[in-house]
């Protein structure tokens, strides 16, 4: 018997016929028929052409490695109640356990032994741009600007994905607050930031979690940027990771 080996690439969508001013509907359709391959075949692609500035992204991740790195007695003054509090902010490493939850729709409810995973290895915080919890100050400007920018890249993904599906331009507007205005951004959005500190040998066994467990995200779209230095290989199989300045676009379970 012969042993088979199949490589597998993650898709890699350039959407900027939808980001960038002028392009024409051809682009517009090939772009939204690899889309429609990407989401239909795989279900999640990396995108490029999304337009959001490195210096954006940088500001970003420097604001939060200040504001993570902070004592524990620090950021707990930004815990603003249990975890998956409708204020958001910080949640300190142990509290989540995103394995342990499913849609809990239908017949996929989970399993007992789920209930059971052990906490996740990681540090969270998660903006909501309310005016009663101001942001952390050492990355509430940069967290903003990302945000606004994240909001125009999701707008062009639904307008990308109602021409996949063949539905009228706008669709998914209804469903949406309109990009540009962040104290609506919590009616149907959050933007989270992870930290995975450095552990201890204690900390890590045959028992422990993962850093984030495996999960389903429930609606939408997720829209994630990992650290530059996460590009390389995944897993076993040689599956390649992202270019640089890509996003990993995951689609959810309405």
């Avoid at 540009?180 to 422990?208: F, H, K």
Wanted: proline residues 6%.
């Amino acid at each position: 018997m012969s042993a088979q080996c199949t490589e597998a690439r993650v898709p890699v969508v350039d959407i900027s016929a939808f980001t960038v001013p002028g392009s024409s509907q051809d682009e517009k359709e090939r772009t939204a028929r690899e889309w429609d391959r990407a989401m239909t075949e795989v279900g999640f692609a990396l995108i490029t052409g999304h337009g959001v500035s490195q210096e954006i992204i940088d500001d970003l991740r420097a604001g939060a490695c200040v504001y993570f790195t902070q004592t524990d007695e620090q950021k707990a003054t930004d815990i603003r109640g249990p975890y998956g509090h409708p204020d958001g902010g910080y949640t300190a490493m142990g509290a989540e356990a995103v394995g342990r939850t499913r849609d809990r729709h239908g017949g996929d409810g989970g399993t007992a032994a789920a209930a059971t995973k052990p906490p996740d290895l990681v540090e969270s915080y998660v903006f909501k741009f309310r005016e009663k919890y101001p942001e952390p100050p050492q990355m509430a400007s940069a967290a903003a600007a990302y945000a606004l920018e994240l909001q125009r890249v999701l707008s062009a993904l639904h307008d990308m994905s109602a021409l996949s599906l063949g539905l009228p331009r706008g669709f998914f507007d209804a469903y949406y607050r309109a990009p540009g205005d962040l104290s609506t951004l919590a009616d149907n959005c959050s933007m989270r930031l992870a930290y995975y500190p450095a552990l201890d040998a204690g900390q890590v066994g045959p028992e422990s979690g993962l850093r984030y467990a495996e999960h389903s995200d429930y609606t939408g779209f997720t829209i994630l940027h990992q650290d530059e230095g996460d590009e390389g290989e995944l897993g076993s199989g040689g599956l390649e990771v992202r270019p640089p300045r890509a996003f990993q676009l995951c689609g959810g379970y309405a």
